[in-house]
């Protein structure tokens, strides 16, 4: 089983700071694709950000140039940083990763239970 924690969240002013952290840990052959989404009240989850392998993030336009993704292969574990945060980023945030357990079995998708980001204004 491939177990994935997420850690960092809390409340935040506008114009603040907070960093996110998931460590995915278990059986763990390989990782493909670390992944942030994000789920409001009311509204469906949406992607934030993600790094698939060793390709460049890649980022919702809501939160370009604000939000910083980042890998750590050796760890399995991924970083999101959110700088001039906003009300509108209100929300659970979750850590998504597709890994596969063994060299001979397929990718599977592995969610954390999502930790709390509060933006008061």
């Known amino acids: 089983q491939v177990h994935v924690v997420e850690t960092g969240g809390g409340l935040a002013q506008a114009g603040g700071s907070l960093r996110l952290s998931c460590a995915a840990s278990?059986?763990?052959?390989?990782?493909?694709?670390m992944r942030w989404y994000r789920q409001a009240p009311g509204k469906e989850r949406e992607l934030v950000a993600s790094?698939?392998?060793?390709?460049?993030?890649n980022y919702a336009d809501s939160v370009k140039g604000r939000f910083n993704i980042s890998r750590d292969n050796a760890k399995n574990t991924v970083l999101l940083q959110m700088n001039s945060l906003k009300p509108e980023d209100t929300a659970v945030y979750f850590c998504?990763?597709?890994?596969?357990?063994?060299?001979?079995?397929?990718?599977?998708?592995?969610w954390g239970q999502g930790t709390q980001v509060t933006v008061s204004s």
């Open positions: 790094i698939i392998n060793n390709n460049g993030p």
């Open positions: 998504n990763v597709l890994a596969r357990q063994y060299a001979w079995s397929s990718t599977q998708s592995y």
């Open positions: 278990g059986s763990i052959f390989r990782i493909n694709d």
